[in-house]
């Protein structure tokens, strides 16, 4: 079974719908991560989460909600899509020893 | 904030060939990263470096800890199809505003001829 568990792997839908990403994880590490990426930029944090009560905005959250529903959840959800949020979306993993970060596999979210 | 500068942003090689790539930071860091991402795929651990000077290996990829701790280098030696992929540093200050979070690179995009 994958550490990083994401859903859906792919997901078209229209502007003005509301979107949640999901992420899990098998690893019990207590950081988890969303970010987004889109062609040339790289990788952009969104939210991060270190544990269950703690919830902070990365660079880019406008127009993006997360939820911690428990150590091993963190959701991700779109209020109301717009086409520039079509992007890559990444879930990662980290722990408080360490920097290193393990990322799910993607979800790639296309808003027509 | 912090932003990381990676070059080259695309490599076209013939198998066989070595391979290098950098990140430069105008911050210091305390952490360097190496990720490769196939396509389809998450980002996975190359290699990771904590300490200034640091040299370290897997396998054909070397990757160093720059001494100044703003740049980093990651090499390739004999490179093979299945290299093709993009390529990320990251890096982490551990300090301040920035604790617990891994700025990243543009990317470096290697395709390997056969």
């Known amino acids: 079974d994958a550490d990083v568990t994401q859903t859906p792997r792919n997901r078209i839908t229209k502007t003005g719908k509301r979107i949640m990403l999901e992420c899990s994880q098998t690893?019990?590490?207590?950081?988890m991560y969303w970010y987004r990426q889109d062609p040339g930029l790289g990788l952009r944090l969104i939210y991060y989460?270190?544990?269950?009560?703690?919830?902070n905005k990365g660079e880019i959250s406008d127009g993006y909600s997360v939820s911690r529903q428990a150590q091993a959840k963190f959701s991700l959800s779109l209020e109301s899509a717009i086409p520039n949020q079509t992007a890559l979306y990444f879930c990662?993993?980290?722990?408080?020893?360490?920097?290193?970060?393990?990322f799910g596999p993607g979800t790639r979210l296309t808003v027509l | 904030g912090q932003q990381l500068n990676q070059s080259p942003q695309s490599m076209f090689i013939q198998e066989g060939e070595d391979v290098s790539m950098n990140c430069t930071s105008s911050?210091?860091?305390?952490?360097w990263l190496w990720y490769k991402q196939d396509p389809g795929e998450g980002p996975v651990l190359l290699i990771a470096?904590?300490?200034?000077?640091e040299l370290t290996s897997n396998g054909r990829l070397t990757a160093q800890f720059g001494i100044t701790r703003k740049d980093s280098f990651l090499n390739i030696s004999a490179s093979i199809p299945s290299d093709v992929g993009i390529y990320f540093c990251?890096?982490?200050?551990?300090?301040?505003?920035?604790?617990?979070?891994?700025?990243f690179g543009q990317g470096t995009i290697l395709t390997v001829h056969p």
């Open positions: 990662a993993l980290g722990q408080t020893s360490t920097d290193t970060q393990y």
């Open positions: 690893k019990g590490h207590d950081r």
């Open positions: 989460s270190f544990d269950v009560k703690d919830i």
């Open positions: 911050s210091i860091f305390n952490t």
């Open positions: 470096l904590y300490k200034a000077g």
């Open positions: 990251a890096g982490n200050n551990a300090g301040g505003t920035s604790y617990g979070k891994l700025t």
